[in-house]
């Protein structure tokens, strides 16, 4: 029963290199997210997707682009890595959305750009 | 959009003693309130949720209140072992929901 499977659980990268944040559930929940977070700022939501082919920008999506194409993955790519993007990403889903809806998260991938 | 605040010093506690964490939100009254569980170097787990028409959520040793009138909702954490020790995380919100910034809590035996 993995849940939520996040790859790779850390990176460092150069400034300017891109990467792609893998992101797997095997709980067939429609809805997707990525946050970031950052010491003492709280989870921040990047981009989240509703079901396959629609996805949605959330507070601070600029940097980042996502895709989703299946169900099952959702991955959040990295075009030109900034020092500012420094940070734990985690990758959420949930059975639907709203204020009753509990998120399953996974582990987290640590990035550093250095 | 709602606004999450939760006390950012760390709570320390003997073994034994009931922890109270507190969350504040101060925008509109919602409809229901989560609770979050985070370990270092993991991801949060959900903990529990209460409905606004709820003024009190257990779950074994752990209960949740509601207060809107004092826009509040309070953590309980009863006869508290050091494996309670954490950081924990509120969250609430329509259709994307927001998250506090979490109160970390060490349980010392």
């Known amino acids: 029963n993995a849940g939520v499977t996040q790859t790779p659980k850390f990176r460092i990268l150069k400034i300017g290199q891109s990467m792609t944040l893998q992101c797997a559930q095997d709980?067939?929940?429609?809805?997707m997210y990525w946050y970031r977070q950052d010491p003492g700022m709280g989870l921040k939501l990047i981009y989240y997707?509703?079901?396959?082919?629609?996805?949605d920008k959330g507070e601070v999506p600029n940097g980042y682009n996502v895709s989703r194409s299946t169900t099952e993955d959702f991955p959040l790519r990295l075009e030109l890595a900034a020092p500012s993007q420094t940070s734990v990403y985690f990758c959420?889903?949930?059975?639907?959305?709203?204020?009753?809806?509990?998120?399953?998260f996974g582990d987290g991938t640590r990035l550093s750009i250095l | 959009s709602q606004k999450i605040e939760q006390n950012s010093e760390a709570l320390n506690i003997q073994e034994g003693k009931t922890a109270t964490l507190t969350c504040n939100y101060t925008?509109?009254?919602?409809?229901?309130l989560q609770w979050y569980r985070q370990d270092p170097g993991r991801g949060p787990v959900f903990l529990l949720l209460?409905?606004?028409?709820?003024k009190e959520k257990r779950k074994e040793r752990l209960k949740v209140t509601f207060d809107t009138t004092l826009k509040q909702s309070l953590f309980h954490i009863t006869a508290s072992q050091p494996a309670d020790s954490a950081t924990y995380l509120c969250?609430?919100?329509?259709?994307?929901?927001?998250f506090g910034t979490g109160t970390r809590l060490l349980v010392s035996p």
């Open positions: 209460i409905r606004e028409n709820e």
């Open positions: 959420a889903s949930s059975y639907s959305t709203g204020e009753d809806q509990p998120q399953h």
């Open positions: 997707s509703v079901g396959a082919g629609i996805t």
């Open positions: 709980m067939n929940h429609n809805y």
């Open positions: 925008n509109y009254s919602p409809a229901y």
């Open positions: 969250a609430t919100g329509f259709q994307k929901l927001v």
